[in-house]
């Protein structure tokens, strides 16, 4: 086995008993990266000096007895998270070029843990999208299909963890933006809960749906990252402070009288392919075998989830986005010399077609005349959602459903079609509106060869026993096992 292909927790004993160096480890993934690149489009920024450096001090840690399951090992890193010295750029012509000074939580906290950081990895500009062709920097093609999207906004971060170009990735979720790349591209990724990761330097899309977390080769990797980035921080105001489990403690396999929620309502969606329902009817079988029992729950505001969202996402973007103006930081238009135009011209030029579609929309909601029709409906919407499943937990301890209606589909077969491609996160944007935690796992392949995933949702701070549940099937079976033919 070639070392870029490990797991971080099979790396993680290797370091650990010194059969290899994280340097050695560090060089394979680089290469891996340079090799692949060209094909894959995953990165926006290689960091080699930064990764070298890094490797060399997690070397010394080891050799001084200095050691987390996370020393050593090449991650990469969604780029929309504030990484010091290194390039931060959303994917965005207006930051092509901005530089943070500081790092954001989740950045201090695997740089405390001794990872390494092999660069930043692309994404939908801003994190506004599904297929990750909205960047303005490079498409990213899926591993397993080079003719494929690897879904999106997190489409770097699930290619380059598929493609064995990092052994784990941090990307982050609005409306499904780690589980559906994560499904499109065979790996694990989890929502967590909102609160339960800080979103300080994370770059704002939606900052009451926002989170951040990992994309990993498997279950327990997923674990091992949701410990090192998890818990209360000071700096971010959402921030929950509430006790960090040990994650790696809930992987067990026995789930004998599990309780299953199989939500009626997802089912009966126009456009769910036959391929992603067998699949994930089979896995709901599997769970049945291995003693978990099913029963029908009910998510009656399901049919609104899509319009609720993108009224309330558009909402809080257009707020937040309202910063990048060409003044303080971020690209200005110079020929422009009275303060509207300029502002005007160097958003027109600095934002993408996505970007500008969803600042118009967002602007519009809010305005005078039309916030109680639109965001303030959307708002109640949400609250019913949030009761839904509410009631839901009251009967089953997890929800069980598809991540997305389809296997993911040609590049530039959907770009001049917004609404079929909002429509494609219809499974998980209703975890981030209700804040609970949601993450995909590989539970099938198309006729295509092409991998669906099944979504696992749970209770608010419930990630134990999702992973448990996540944990038990992947090892009833070789989903995880299976790597894309490069």
Same mark, same amino acid.
């Given at each position: 086995?070639?070392?870029?292909?490990?797991t971080?927790?099979q790396?993680?004993?290797?370091?650990?008993?010194?059969?290899?160096s994280?340097?050695?480890?560090?060089?394979?993934v680089?290469?891996?990266?340079?090799l692949?690149?060209?094909?894959?489009?995953?990165?926006i920024?290689i960091a080699?000096?930064?990764a070298?450096?890094?490797?060399?001090?997690?070397d010394?840690?080891?050799?001084?007895g200095?050691m987390?399951p996370l020393?050593?090992?090449?991650l990469?890193?969604?780029?929309?998270m504030?990484?010091?010295?290194?390039?931060?750029? $959303?994917?965005?012509?207006i930051l092509?070029?901005?530089?943070?000074?500081? +790092?954001?939580?989740v950045i201090?906290?695997?740089?405390?843990?001794?990872? =390494?950081? @092999?660069g930043?990895?692309?994404?939908?500009?801003?994190?506004?999208?599904?297929?990750?062709e909205?960047s303005s920097?490079?498409?990213?093609?899926n591993?397993?299909?080079?003719?494929r999207?690897?879904?999106?906004?997190?489409?770097?971060s699930?290619?380059?963890?598929?493609?064995?170009?990092?052994?784990?990735?941090?990307?982050?979720?609005?409306?499904?933006?780690i589980?559906q790349?994560?499904?499109? $591209?065979g790996?694990?990724?989890?929502?967590?809960?909102?609160?339960?990761?800080?979103?300080?330097?994370?770059?704002? *899309?939606?900052?009451?749906?926002?989170q951040?977390g990992p994309?990993?080769k498997?279950?327990?990797?997923c674990?091992?990252?949701?410990?090192a980035?998890?818990?209360?921080?000071?700096?971010?105001?959402?921030?929950?402070p509430?006790e960090?489990?040990?994650y790696?403690?809930?992987?067990?396999?026995?789930?004998?009288?599990?309780?299953?929620g %199989?939500p009626?309502?997802?089912?009966?969606v126009?456009?769910? +392919?036959?391929?992603?329902?067998?699949?994930?009817?089979?896995a =709901?079988?599997?769970?049945?075998?291995?003693?978990?029992?099913?029963?029908?729950?009910?998510l009656?505001?399901s049919?609104?989830v899509?319009?609720?969202y993108?009224v309330?996402?558009?909402?809080?973007a257009s707020?937040?986005?309202?910063?990048?103006?060409?003044?303080?930081y971020?690209v200005?238009d110079?020929?422009?010399?009275? %303060?509207?135009e300029?502002?005007?011209? @160097?958003?027109?030029?600095?934002?993408?077609?996505e970007?500008?579609?969803?600042?118009?929309?967002? @602007?519009?909601?809010?305005?005078?005349?039309?916030y109680?029709?639109?965001?303030?409906?959307a708002?109640q919407?949400?609250?019913?959602?949030?009761?839904? *499943?509410?009631?839901?937990f009251?009967?089953c +301890?997890?929800?069980?459903?598809?991540?997305a209606?389809t296997?993911?589909?040609?590049?530039?077969?959907?770009?001049? +079609?917004?609404?079929?491609?909002?429509?494609?996160?219809?499974f998980?944007?209703?975890a981030?509106l209700?804040?609970?935690?949601?993450m995909?796992?590989?539970?099938g392949f198309?006729?295509n060869g092409?991998?669906?995933?099944?979504? %696992?949702?749970?209770?608010?701070?419930?990630?134990?026993?999702?992973?448990k549940?996540?944990?038990?099937?992947?090892q009833s079976g070789d989903?995880?096992?299976?790597?894309?033919?490069?």
């Open positions: 086995m070639n070392l870029y292909e490990l971080i927790h790396a993680h004993m290797l370091l650990k008993n010194k059969e290899i994280s340097q050695e480890l560090t060089r394979s680089l290469e891996r990266i340079h692949l690149e060209d094909k894959i489009g995953a990165y920024t080699d000096e930064i070298l450096e890094q490797a060399k001090a997690a010394d840690s080891i050799s001084r200095n987390t020393t050593g090992i090449p990469s890193i969604k780029d929309l504030c990484t010091k010295g290194l390039k931060t750029t $959303c994917a965005s012509k092509e070029n901005f530089v943070p000074p500081y +790092d954001a939580f201090q906290k695997l740089k405390q843990a001794g990872a =390494v950081i @092999t930043k990895v692309n994404m939908d500009e801003f994190a506004m999208g599904s297929t990750t909205n920097i490079k498409t990213t093609r591993p397993w299909d080079l003719t999207i690897p879904g999106g906004s997190s489409g770097g699930a290619a380059s963890v598929a493609a064995d170009m990092c052994l784990g990735s941090l990307g982050s979720d609005t409306g499904g933006s589980r790349p994560a499904s499109h $591209c790996i694990v990724g989890m929502k967590p809960t909102y609160g339960r990761v800080s979103r300080f330097g994370l770059v704002a *899309f939606a900052s009451s749906l926002d951040i994309l990993t498997d279950v327990t990797d674990a091992l990252l949701m410990n980035i998890s818990g209360y921080d000071k700096n971010d105001s959402t921030s929950v509430k960090v489990p040990d790696t403690k809930s992987l067990q396999k026995d789930i004998t009288g599990l309780k299953i %199989i009626k309502e997802y089912y009966e126009k456009g769910l +392919d036959p391929e992603v329902e067998k699949a994930v009817a089979g =709901v079988k599997k769970f049945e075998e291995m003693g978990a029992r099913c029963v029908d729950v009910s009656a505001h049919k609104h899509v319009a609720a993108y309330i996402a558009p909402s809080e707020s937040n986005l309202a910063r990048y103006e060409g003044v303080r971020g200005r110079m020929e422009k010399e009275e %303060i509207l300029m502002y005007r011209s @160097t958003r027109s030029k600095g934002f993408g077609p970007v500008q579609r969803r600042i118009i929309l967002g @602007t519009y909601a809010l305005s005078a005349g039309y109680d029709a639109y965001y303030g409906k708002s919407i949400r609250t019913l959602i949030m009761e839904d *499943f509410k009631n839901a009251e009967s +301890d997890i929800i069980l459903s598809p991540v209606p296997p993911a589909f040609t590049i530039g077969e959907n770009t001049d +079609d917004p609404l079929t491609l909002y429509l494609s996160d219809i998980t944007l209703s981030n209700a804040g609970i935690p949601g995909s796992v590989p539970c198309s006729k092409l991998p669906i995933g099944l979504q %696992i949702m749970g209770n608010h701070f419930n990630e134990e026993l999702m992973l549940a996540a944990f038990s099937f992947e989903f995880h096992l299976k790597k894309p033919g490069l």
